[in-house]
């Protein structure tokens, strides 16, 4: 009789926990590590927010909310949109709450994919859209920009639709980026969307990062493309809400009414008190984010200077909580032995570049979601570790 383990889904044997995880577990175990690996702010969620979930709770909204989400946190979420970026979506027909973007993004992917469809991404990138894209039986195709300064040109764009034809069904863009923290400025979107306008293609926009945006105001594509594009953002990284798991969809009432089929099979609905306290983020928190964003400006500073110093090459972050460094000549090259190495001897963990794929092979990603004392002694350990290595 055939093991049932060999009875899942095929396309389940292809995709695996990604890099990210799995070298945070692998170097976890180690006494006296100091970790700046994930996506974590080490913020706490605001007083006033918390505050709205505990009330939720007094209140009795422990039941199922409708698929979309409730009204009042649909409304503040166009209202949000609205006030920060200029965008306009019903917020009826044109918004669905989700557990989290991750959950925004998978809605997303398997609403609209088939098996043998293209999907588009700028690399290096976040891993988390290979593995839906390979569920689907469809194909993740890359863009390499790391010759641009990790930008996608509308030249490289155009070349790729070009090239792969009709079976490019959407194009995901990630800005600020994880793992680069680069974002793009008004002109830049605005040539993507010039290009994108010209195919018929979906354009899935994860902005989670858009309220941590530093020297520029964040742009989305929607206000170019608003019938092509898909915006995916939530409340994670703007209000240190990551385990409330509050994200969004914002789309053209023929996409949404598609995507929601999706979405309630997949959740049934985000939590209710969750939600509540959303209410209050997107409201009375409508500025919350600045205070932790002028305090990673000043961190990504400080890395970014001990970084450079040291020899590494990197593009200085314009949003985002990250940098991505070139390992200099003369040390390991295999970013996951780099990394191995500098977790074993100095006791500092920082992700691979290779878990973004192929195109990060040579690089490292440092999360500087931590407080300034930790980074300080982080860079005395990466520091020692340099000087003794080389």
Not at 118 to 130: F, H, N, T
Not at 152 to 162: D, G, K, R
Not at 226 to 250: D, V, Y
């Amino acid at each position: 009789m055939q093991p049932l383990t060999e009875r899942f889904n095929q396309q389940v044997y292809k995709i695996a926990v990604s890099l990210i995880r799995q070298f945070d577990e692998r170097v976890s175990g180690i006494d006296g590590m100091l970790k700046l690996t994930l996506g974590e702010p080490d913020f706490n969620t605001p007083e006033h927010v918390k505050e709205a979930g505990r009330q939720a709770i007094t209140e009795n909204f422990s039941h199922y909310s409708g698929m979309a989400g409730l009204t009042d946190v649909r409304e503040a979420a166009a209202y949000y949109l609205k006030e920060r970026y200029g965008l306009s979506y019903h917020p009826q027909k044109e918004i669905l709450v989700t557990v989290g973007a991750t959950e925004a993004i998978s809605a997303a992917l398997l609403s609209m994919l088939e098996a043998g469809d293209k999907v588009l991404l700028p690399a290096p990138i976040y891993p988390g859209y290979e593995p839906v894209i390979t569920l689907a039986g469809a194909e993740a195709v890359y863009m390499d920009t790391t010759n641009n300064g990790f930008v996608l040109s509308p030249e490289v764009l155009e070349t790729t639709l070009q090239e792969q034809g009709d079976k490019v069904k959407a194009v995901i863009l990630n800005y600020p980026s994880n793992p680069t923290g680069v974002t793009y400025n008004r002109e830049e979107v605005q040539a993507l969307a010039e290009v994108l306008k010209k195919y018929p293609v979906f354009v899935i926009s994860d902005e989670v990062y858009s309220e941590l945006s530093y020297e520029q105001t964040h742009v989305s594509i929607a206000e170019f493309i608003p019938e092509q594009t898909i915006l995916i953002n939530g409340l994670s990284k703007s209000h240190a809400m990551t385990g409330w798991r509050i994200g969004f969809i914002f789309a053209p009432e023929s996409l949404t009414a598609q995507i929601i089929k999706v979405h309630q099979y997949l959740v049934t609905a985000a939590s209710t008190i969750s939600q509540k306290a959303a209410v209050e983020a997107l409201t009375a928190g409508l500025l919350d984010a600045a205070v932790m964003k002028e305090e990673y400006r000043k961190r990504r500073d400080f890395v970014y200077d001990e970084m450079s110093q040291l020899g590494f090459e990197v593009a200085k972050p314009a949003g985002a909580f990250y940098l991505f460094a070139k390992i200099p000549a003369g040390y390991l090259q295999d970013s996951m032995a780099f990394c191995v190495d500098l977790a074993e001897k100095n006791k500092l963990a920082v992700i691979p570049g290779v878990a973004f794929g192929i195109e990060g092979e040579g690089y490292v990603r440092v999360s500087y979601a931590a407080e300034m004392a930790s980074l300080k002694e982080a860079m005395t350990r990466l520091a020692a570790y340099m000087a003794n290595t080389k």
